[in-house]
């Protein structure tokens, strides 16, 4: 089976991320399989031709390969090692792709229990947004067995533009969240600098518009540009998982001893946002719990008292 053209795949978890990407799977032409913690987001890819699977057990009876695009570390290995998980049934040769953000640790157990069963574990996760899943254009960073790799690639075309092999292990996971920590930091820092620009009197959508034009412009800035300028802080990726994410970087450098001082500061200021009921906001909501902390959102509703 392990030369075999996949066409029949199962998918574990239809949150933000999965939905738009198992609906890209569907739309490539593969037979698709679902299966949701609770059953209400498979409703959508079921109107669409997809079939629901009682648990993540089942996918593994017919399937040739299963994603699974969970929460974080706990949500991985419920899914595949806990009851009623992937790994229950699964035989031999099957492909597994997770492609969460976890730790490397949890990732690497998980790859041994695969292997105890035969299992091919590739860590698949992506760097994008909601936006560039629905348009196809995550970028999937990959490692594990190559062989599954290779046989995977038409799958991965259905879901990204391009997908990197990294290596045999955990290589995926550790790009992965060095990707996320330039990402969070950039919110960070963006942050501290617009709020300096608002007490300088500089008007916001000016400013926004001339980051997005300057020289710390960046594909991640213009992607946020729009939604900056009309102050629109409704999740993509909340300010809750970009503190998940710091906590990955920050347990990975730990383990291996590499100093990360700027993402331990981060990660306090996230939890300060978790704290002040930020969590469900974007993580580019960040900036308003600058003004806070800078007295601008006091100025401000004392301006609006006085209009
Ligand atoms: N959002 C982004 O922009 C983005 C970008 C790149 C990578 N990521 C990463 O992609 C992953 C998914 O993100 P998302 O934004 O799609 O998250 P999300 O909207 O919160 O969806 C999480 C999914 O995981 C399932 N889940 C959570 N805990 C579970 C458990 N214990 N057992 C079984 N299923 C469980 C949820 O099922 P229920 O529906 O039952 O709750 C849901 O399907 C995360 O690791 C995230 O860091 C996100």
Not at 185 to 212: K, Y
Request: charged fraction near 20%.
């Amino acid at each position: 089976m392990s030369d075999a053209k996949i066409s029949k795949v199962g998918w574990i978890g239809l949150g933000k991320m999965g939905t738009p990407m198992a609906a890209n799977v569907l739309a490539a032409g593969f037979d698709l399989s679902v299966f949701n913690r609770s059953p209400g987001p498979m409703q959508p890819l079921l109107e669409k031709g997809a079939v629901a699977a009682p648990s993540a057990a089942a996918l593994a009876l017919d399937r040739a390969a299963v994603v699974s695009m969970v929460s974080d570390d706990a949500a991985l290995e419920s899914v595949t090692t806990g009851a009623g998980g992937l790994f229950e049934q699964a035989r031999p040769g099957l492909i597994h792709v997770d492609m969460s953000t976890v730790s490397p640790e949890v990732s690497a157990r998980v790859a041994s229990a695969a292997e105890a069963k035969g299992i091919r574990y590739l860590r698949a996760p992506v760097s994008g947004s909601t936006a560039s899943a629905a348009a196809r254009a995550l970028t999937i960073l990959v490692s594990g067995p190559a062989d599954a790799c290779e046989q995977c690639t038409p799958l991965f075309g259905a879901i990204g533009r391009k997908h990197y092999y990294l290596g045999p292990a955990e290589q995926a996971r550790y790009l992965k969240i060095a990707i996320n920590m330039m990402i969070g930091g950039t919110a960070t820092l963006l942050g501290e600098a617009l709020a300096l620009g608002e007490r300088g009197g500089v008007d916001w959508r000016q400013m926004v518009e001339v980051f997005d034009n300057s020289a710390v412009a960046s594909p991640l800035i213009h992607y946020k540009a729009d939604m900056l300028a009309d102050r629109n802080f409704a999740p993509m990726f909340t300010a809750a998982q970009m503190a998940k994410d710091f906590d990955l970087a920050l347990e990975a450098g730990r383990r291996g001893n590499v100093p990360m001082p700027l993402i331990a500061m981060s990660r306090q200021l996230f939890g300060a946002m978790i704290a002040s009921g930020r969590g469900e906001m974007d993580f580019f909501g960040y900036v308003t719990l600058l003004e806070e902390l800078a007295g601008l959102l006091h100025e401000q509703n004392q301006a609006l008292r006085k209009k």
